[in-house]
Nanobody
Framework: QVQLVESGGGLVQAGGSLRLSCAAA????????MGWYRQTPGKQRELVAT???????NYADSVKGRFTISRGNVKNTVYLEMNSLKPEDTAVYYC????????WGQGTQVTVSS
């Protein structure tokens, strides 16, 4: 049984920063691609940032230069450093890991007030 546990969401003013964390627990082989996605009511879940097993990163245009995805020292741990937050970044943020199947975290709410 594999679980992704997220933390770090919350309420912040525009221009502020937050750091999201995601740790994979359970029987996992190797270092797997991971990512962050977000979703607002009535909209499809969208990619925010991904990181490959080798450390290559990819970002949505809307967050480039403001968000940074990185891996932790513990295997299959990933962070999302979010700076210069905007009200339009408000969403539920989900951690994702691709192994034999795709795993999702439970989501963490990020709210940016104007």
């Amino acid at each position: 049984q594999v679980q992704l546990v997220e933390s770090g969401g919350g309420l912040v003013q525009a221009g502020g920063s937050l750091r999201l964390s995601c740790a994979a627990a359970g029987s996992i082989f190797g270092i797997n691609p991971m990512g962050w996605y977000r979703q607002t009511p009535g909209k499809q879940r969208e990619l925010v940032a991904t990181i490959t097993s080798g450390g290559s990163t990819n970002y949505a245009d809307s967050v480039k230069g403001r968000f940074t995805i990185s891996r932790g020292n513990v295997k299959n741990t990933v962070y999302l450093e979010m700076n210069s937050l905007k009200p339009e970044d408000t969403a539920v943020y989900y951690c994702n890991m691709v192994a034999l199947r795709t795993y999702w975290g439970q989501g963490t709410q990020v709210t940016v007030s104007s």
